[in-house]
């Protein structure tokens, strides 16, 4: 039995969509040469004046509705000051205390304490702000010092701060996945954790189960993808358990994730760290959001992940398990309605779609947005099933194909011969060797062992390269056997 308790809150920082930076008319693009995409106003040159960007708000309200949170009817920015390199003005305009959202909460699916069932457990989120990017430092290759990138300095971010209501790694794994989740579905970020559109930081204590006072937390940072958050969490709690059963004291730090190592390290302690000296922006005036406004952009919202599987589940009455895991795909979701629409059979498309399609595209290492197969070729091997054309065994074969030789079902059962046999007459001759050539499966049957006719249904198929309905074969073996 486990002594402690772990608490885990999560600030997740989203690079919100917009053609333009925040605070000027710069391009947000990604991977530009460096320093291109800047002006006076994002380099913090003297005189220059910010003017917000009220596509980067409609997409923060957007997210604030979607986490079910207040929206503020107020908005105001601060000066978050701080001396870094990588932030021209040596304050960064943020949202101190009146955040554009606050108080939603977000919906995950966890094990229940049990383990055996999948319980809904609800995440508080204390707020998500607007702010601008900082730049960025170039430190590989340069012999002297550092280089520094401006290009994504005022690119709007938005922050997303949960609160301390994760118990466990894997639900701050979860966490994570449902949140990029609804943002792709919102189509306010890109999501991609390699270009830094998705960043997370944790905050992490434990304590004796039972106690009400939290421990002091130690906050990580340098977490590039979901799975590091799981494993720095792990670590994360292993250290601080050890050192509360040595009689230790856990100190309140910033630390960093080094995935080589598979190790937390101390970046500074909170002594070392900065006061910020929050104050308002007097650059931008504060105004306000009508409920107008917010109804605009909540009447405007998407069907989201939630609403997405129930409909899955009535409409084409998939499992719990098959709904969430092709809607928390958004293409693979996309993909598998295109396929219905074509009007073949929803729960033969969702296996075919989730085991095999994405199966062989696993082995050939294809990402499944260059899938070859479209969704009409899916849906008609699916009919092709469907009306008995060929077996679901065959269609095994002709998938890969599908993908190799970027051909249609149609034209590869043409080519192959690969028409399945109806033939009663010709099956039953077939069903007649097969039981004279196996005398003691077919004592067995016999004797009670029906499951052993499925040895002689393969038997069948595999005489007949598996062109026979293995319902038919089935059917006249169980005939004849009596
Ligand atoms: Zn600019």
Redesign the pocket.
């Known amino acids: 039995m486990n002594m402690y308790e772990t608490v885990i809150g999560l600030e997740t920082h989203v690079q919100l969509k917009t053609k333009s930076?925040i605070f000027?008319?710069?391009s947000t693009q990604f991977g530009s040469e460096p320093n291109v995409?800047?002006?006076?106003?994002?380099?913090g040159l003297p005189g220059s004046l910010p003017v917000m960007n009220k596509e980067a708000l409609a997409l923060a309200m957007k997210v604030g509705l979607a986490l079910n949170a207040q929206i503020a009817s107020r908005i105001k920015f601060d000066r978050k000051n701080y001396f870094y390199p990588d932030l021209p003005k040596a304050y960064q305009i943020s949202q101190y205390d009146m955040p554009v959202s606050s108080k939603g909460e977000l919906v995950i699916e966890v094990k229940s304490p049990s383990g055996s069932d999948v319980i809904k457990k609800r995440i508080g989120i204390t707020r998500a702000h607007l702010e601008e990017d900082a730049g960025k430092l170039l430190h590989e290759g340069v012999k002297d010092g550092s280089w520094v990138d401006y290009n994504r300095g005022?690119v709007p971010l938005l922050e997303i701060v949960s609160e301390p209501d994760l118990r466990l790694p894997e639900e701050a794994y979860e966490y994570l996945h449902t949140l990029k989740s609804i943002l792709i579905y919102l189509d306010v970020s890109d999501c991609n954790m390699e270009e830094g559109s998705l960043r997370c930081d944790a905050n992490v204590s434990i304590r004796k189960n039972g106690d009400a006072k939290l421990g002091t937390k130690v906050e990580i940072k340098n977490l590039n993808s979901f799975k590091a958050v799981q494993k720095a969490l792990q670590y994360e709690i292993k250290r601080q358990t050890e050192l509360v059963e040595r009689g230790e004291r856990i100190r309140q730090e910033t630390r960093l994730w080094d995935e080589g190592k598979g190790q937390t390290f101390s970046m500074r302690s909170k002594e070392e760290a900065h006061d910020y000296r929050y104050f308002p922006e007097p650059d931008l005036v504060p105004f306000t959001v009508s409920r107008e406004q917010v109804e605009t952009v909540r009447k405007a919202l998407p069907e989201l992940p939630q609403a997405r599987i129930e409909r899955f589940r009535k409409t084409f009455e998939l499992s719990e398990y098959d709904a969430y895991a092709l809607v928390s795909d958004k293409p693979l979701a996309d993909y598998f309605e295109a396929c219905v629409a074509k009007g073949v059979h929803p729960k033969l498309v969702s296996n075919w779609l989730q085991t095999e399609l994405i199966g062989a595209l696993n082995e050939r290492k294809i990402d499944f947005t260059k899938n070859p197969v479209s969704a009409s070729d899916l849906a008609a091997l699916v009919r092709l099933i469907e009306n008995g054309t060929i077996s679901g065994k065959i269609a095994k074969d002709v998938l890969p194909l599908m993908i190799d030789e970027k051909k249609s079902a149609d034209m590869i059962v043409k080519e192959k011969n690969l028409v399945q046999v109806t033939d009663e007459k010709l099956i039953e001759k077939v069903c007649d060797q097969v039981i004279a050539a196996n005398p003691k499966v077919v004592e067995q049957y016999r004797s009670g062992k029906t499951q052993s006719i499925g040895f002689l249904v393969g038997q069948v198929m595999k005489e007949m390269q598996g062109k026979a309905s293995p319902k038919l074969a089935n059917e006249i073996l169980a005939r004849k056997l009596g």
């Open positions: 930076k000027c008319a710069c995409n800047t002006c006076p106003v994002c380099l005022g």
